[in-house]
């Protein structure tokens, strides 16, 4: 299985290693044509803004929304949740609006910037570390999208049929089992379109 990180700002080699630590072969995608031949994308986390200026910049935004649409898995943490989000609470620039999810930026106030909690995420850990930094929520989700977690009431990770996001960043953690669930669903994916070419 083959999984691109995209590397135009953000925490990416952090996401390389756990993906290689589950199992799979995890490159930095920098321009459009290393797409080509990929299962799966993550789109870190980071300064979403910075992201988006890039993406349009080096063509990804059109790209990645081909790469969604041939049901190829994507799983964005934090800023790539934002990325991956259908609308911005009062903001608007370029993101690819793929998930049926409103969010909202720096939603945990100040005082709580970074934090980490231990959250239940059922079907996937009872006991995930999850690392809070500057973290937007999910305000509202459409009726094709399941709630994964929710911390404090606030959803905080969800999925919509090969789409993933989380408001934390698991790949600041030793633990794989998140990124070993995006693998999951990459195989899964990627079984029902072999069948569909047949
Ligand atoms: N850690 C992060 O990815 C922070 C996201 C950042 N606050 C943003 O809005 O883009």
Same mark, same amino acid.
């Given at each position: 299985m083959k999984i691109g990180v995209l590397a135009l700002q953000g925490a990416v080699a952090e996401h390389i290693r756990l993906l290689t630590l589950a199992g799979a072969e995890a490159i930095a995608v920098k321009r459009v044509e290393q797409l080509d031949g990929l299962d799966g994308l993550v789109i870190p986390g980071g300064e979403s803004t910075a992201i988006g200026k890039l993406m349009k910049k080096y063509g990804f935004d059109t790209a990645l929304r081909e790469f969604s649409a041939q049901k190829k898995p994507l799983f964005g943490t934090c800023a790539g949740l934002i990325i991956l989000a259908g609308e911005i609470e009062g903001q608007d620039w370029v993101h690819l609006g793929l998930m049926d999810i409103k969010v909202a930026r720096n939603a945990f106030g100040r005082q709580r910037e970074s934090f980490?909690?231990?959250? !239940?995420? !059922?079907?996937?850990?009872e006991d995930f570390r999850a690392v809070f930094i500057r973290a937007p929520l999910i305000r509202e989700v459409g009726d094709d999208v399941d709630i994964l977690v929710r911390h404090n009431g606030e959803i905080v990770a969800a999925r919509q049929g090969h789409l993933l996001c989380a408001s934390f960043h698991p790949e600041l953690t030793d633990d794989l089992r998140m990124h070993a669930y995006f693998l999951e669903m990459v195989k899964e994916y990627r079984s029902q379109t072999a069948v569909g070419t047949v």
């Open positions: 980490e909690v231990d959250l !239940p995420i !059922p079907g996937i850990a």
